[in-house]
């Protein structure tokens, strides 16, 4: 089993749509959790930090369910822009953060 | 703010034939990493840094050697390049190990091997 899994998608929602994507994980010892954007040929960015507590960044809500090992990227008001691939990294104790393959999301007009 | 800069953006090698890529950051990051990125594979780490004059190997070290001879700096070798080394090539760094420490990435090297 991948320490990290994404559905890979691709989401396909209209605009102002609102999106959720999980991603589970295996080895509990990781304390912390990021979500990535890559855009099509482009390198990976940072979008946020997940926090136990839940954290929002304007339309972006994460949240980290270690209970039930997932964490979650919800999207509001979708935009064209938000196209992009969301990528769930974990990191831990080591220098190595794990990256999920991605989930596409395809926001359309 | 360069941020971090690879080089070449593209290149196209033939089997057994030897390149170096080369990763610089101008943000004093200590850490610095390679990976590799293939479809329905996600980024997998080929080598990475905790500082100058050390390297480490990551999930996927085979066929690569990696040199950290000043700090700002990270190189990747292909000594004989496969056509499994067909990848896109991301370095990335980050300021250290504290988990909440971002990685800030270069804009990759599409390499192909024939």
């Known amino acids: 089993r991948k320490e990290v899994e994404q559905d890979p998608g691709p989401f396909n929602v209209p605009e102002g749509a609102t999106v959720a994507f999980n991603c589970t994980y295996s080895?509990?010892?990781?304390?912390?959790f990021f979500w990535y954007r890559q855009d099509c040929r482009k390198e990976p960015k940072l979008l946020m930090s997940v926090y136990s507590s839940g954290n929002e960044d304007g339309r972006f809500t994460a949240q980290l369910n270690r209970a039930s090992q997932y964490i979650s990227l919800l999207i509001r008001d979708s935009k064209l822009s938000d196209s992009a691939t969301y990528l769930c990294v974990k990191g831990g104790a080591t220098n190595k953060l794990i990256f999920g393959t991605g989930t596409l999301l395809a926001v359309q007009p | 703010n360069a941020g971090v800069t690879q080089t070449p953006k593209f290149r196209v090698l033939k089997t057994g034939q030897s390149m170096t890529l080369l990763c610089a950051q101008d943000?004093?990051?200590?850490?610095m990493y390679w990976y590799r990125q293939d479809p329905g594979m996600g980024l997998r780490l080929i080598h990475y840094?905790?500082?100058?004059?050390?390297?480490a190997k990551g999930e996927v070290p085979d066929g690569y050697n990696v040199s950290r001879l000043k700090k700002q700096n990270f190189l990747l070798g292909l000594e004989s390049a496969a056509p499994s080394q067909t990848s896109v090539y991301f370095c990335?760094?980050?300021?250290?190990?504290?988990?909440?420490?971002?990685?800030?990435f270069g804009n990759g090297t599409r390499l192909t091997v024939t």
């Open positions: 840094s905790v500082g100058e004059g050390t390297t």
């Open positions: 943000m004093n990051h200590e850490y």
């Open positions: 990335a760094s980050r300021f250290d190990r504290v988990d909440n420490s971002p990685l800030h």
């Open positions: 080895n509990s010892a990781s304390q912390s």
